[in-house]
């Protein structure tokens, strides 16, 4: 008797986290879906910690880049986010990734990679897609 409780109470601390996942995973293919960007895998979303202060030179284009997106990345400053980073499969010619930060159930920040350049973070909406 005492196992089955201590698996009950273990079952409802954990149950949410498991939603918290799973409303995060749906905040950010809803994301992907307004910015029609298509994916052609099953999204893991990892937990990251949004940077405090956007001084350094990656947070200061990260943020840069969040912002010509339409973002407001600093209004998370420092706090926990959902985050994916996934190949997109409708850009043409390259092959781009795109990371998602989800945080409180909406997104903090969406934006595009491109390895073989320098930054290689590009602002959603300058990528063309098909």
């Known amino acids: 008797m005492k196992k089955l409780w201590i698996t009950a109470i273990l079952v409802f601390m954990l149950m949410p986290i498991s939603l918290l996942l799973a409303s995060d995973k749906d905040v950010i293919l809803a994301e992907l ?8 895998t099953d ?9 405090t202060e956007f001084n350094g030179q990656y947070e200061a284009i990260l943020k840069s880049v969040c912002q010509q997106g339409g973002y407001d990345i600093s209004s998370y400053a ?7 980073n996934l190949p997109i499969e409708n850009i043409t010619d390259q092959q781009f990734n795109i990371v998602v930060f989800s945080c409180e159930e909406r997104i903090a920040c969406a934006y595009i990679v491109d390895k073989d350049s320098v930054p290689g973070m590009f602002a959603v909406n300058e990528i063309a897609r098909e």
Request: glycine letters at 4%; a positive charge.
């Open 33 to 40: 879906e307004r910015l029609n960007i298509q994916i052609s």
């Open 78 to 84: 420092g706090k926990k986010a959902m985050t994916v």
């Open 43 to 51: 999204i893991q979303p990892y937990e990251t910690k949004i940077p």
